[in-house]
């Protein structure tokens, strides 16, 4: 289990104006990936397909579903989790000075189990989703997330305590008789605006299995 921290990062509003959840993931239960329904003045409101898992995440259903590649910029990071975060504004002000559009909600890759990992070596990326085949400049690098089956939840609360959800997931990865392989992903789906509570702040917690797999 890697637990992550990621702050109130968002000076970067500009992403959740565009922000099109539904390319981003197809479930194979026929389960749709959380959709824009409606718009207010403290920005997009989302409708995950499973039930949404509240603090301190005693009761969070996971699901599993087919993941499609996504594109994506990101800032390579070597070091505590809890610095992750902070990043992803210098991502999107890189992709803004580039002519890069960002094509969703901004997400954490985490590579590292804490646990057996020091800190000081620990490895994340700060990530923006874009569409299509990208050069970008330094800082920024480029890669496509490759398509794989994940385990999925959606929780609410502040973001750094997302990780406490963590648990539930891998032991729906059990039921599965699945084991962990590759990244956990988090997706920061709502931004932190003035007047929007920690309940609101909703993340979907990605975590690849496979049978038998070896990472």
Same mark, same amino acid.
């Given at each position: 289990?890697?637990?992550?921290?990621?702050?109130?990062?968002?000076?970067?509003?500009?992403?959740?104006?565009?922000?099109?959840?539904?390319?981003?993931?197809?479930?194979?239960?026929?389960?749709?990936?959380?959709?824009?329904?409606?718009?207010?003045?403290?920005?997009?409101?989302?409708?995950?397909?499973?039930?949404?898992?509240?603090?301190?995440?005693?009761?969070?259903?996971?699901?599993?579903?087919?993941?499609?590649?996504?594109?994506?910029?990101?800032?390579?990071?070597?070091?505590?989790?809890?610095?992750?975060? !902070?990043?992803? #504004?210098? $991502?999107?002000?890189?992709?803004?000075?580039?002519?890069?559009?960002?094509? =969703? +909600? /901004?997400?954490?890759?985490?590579?590292?189990?804490?646990?057996?990992?020091?800190?000081?070596?620990?490895?994340?990326?700060?990530?923006?989703?874009?569409?299509?085949?990208?050069?970008?400049?330094?800082?920024?690098?480029?890669?496509?997330?490759?398509?794989?089956?994940?385990?999925?939840?959606?929780?609410?609360?502040?973001?750094?305590?997302?990780?406490?959800?963590?648990?539930?997931?891998?032991?729906?990865?059990?039921?599965?008789?699945?084991?962990?392989?590759?990244?956990?992903?988090?997706?920061?789906?709502? !931004?932190?605006? #003035?007047? $929007?509570?920690?309940?609101?702040?909703?993340?979907?917690?990605?975590?690849? =299995? +496979? /049978?038998?797999?070896?990472?």
């Amino acid at each position: 289990m890697r637990p992550s921290c990621t702050p109130f990062f968002f000076s970067l509003l500009l992403l959740f104006g565009v922000v099109s959840c539904t390319l981003l993931d197809s479930g194979s239960q026929g389960a749709l990936s959380p959709t824009v329904a409606a718009e207010n003045q403290a920005g997009p409101v989302y409708m995950p397909d499973l039930p949404v898992g509240l603090p301190p995440y005693g009761n969070v259903e996971a699901s599993w579903k087919q993941r499609l590649d996504q594109p994506y910029v990101y800032i390579e990071h070597v070091g505590s989790y809890t610095e992750t975060g !902070a990043l992803i #504004p210098v $991502v999107h002000r890189e992709l803004v000075a580039q002519g890069l559009v960002p094509d =969703g +909600a /901004p997400f954490g890759l985490y590579y590292d189990d804490p646990a057996k990992v020091a800190t000081h070596q620990l490895r994340s990326r700060a990530c923006v989703p874009i569409q299509g085949v990208r050069s970008p400049s330094s800082p920024l690098a480029y890669e496509v997330l490759p398509s794989t089956t994940v385990a999925y939840a959606y929780v609410a609360g502040a973001y750094p305590g997302v990780p406490r959800a963590y648990p539930r997931i891998y032991q729906f990865l059990q039921t599965m008789n699945w084991v962990e392989n590759g990244p956990i992903r988090e997706i920061y789906l709502v !931004a932190p605006l #003035p007047g $929007v509570s920690e309940d609101e702040l909703i993340t979907e917690i990605q975590i690849p =299995g +496979a /049978p038998g797999a070896v990472r």
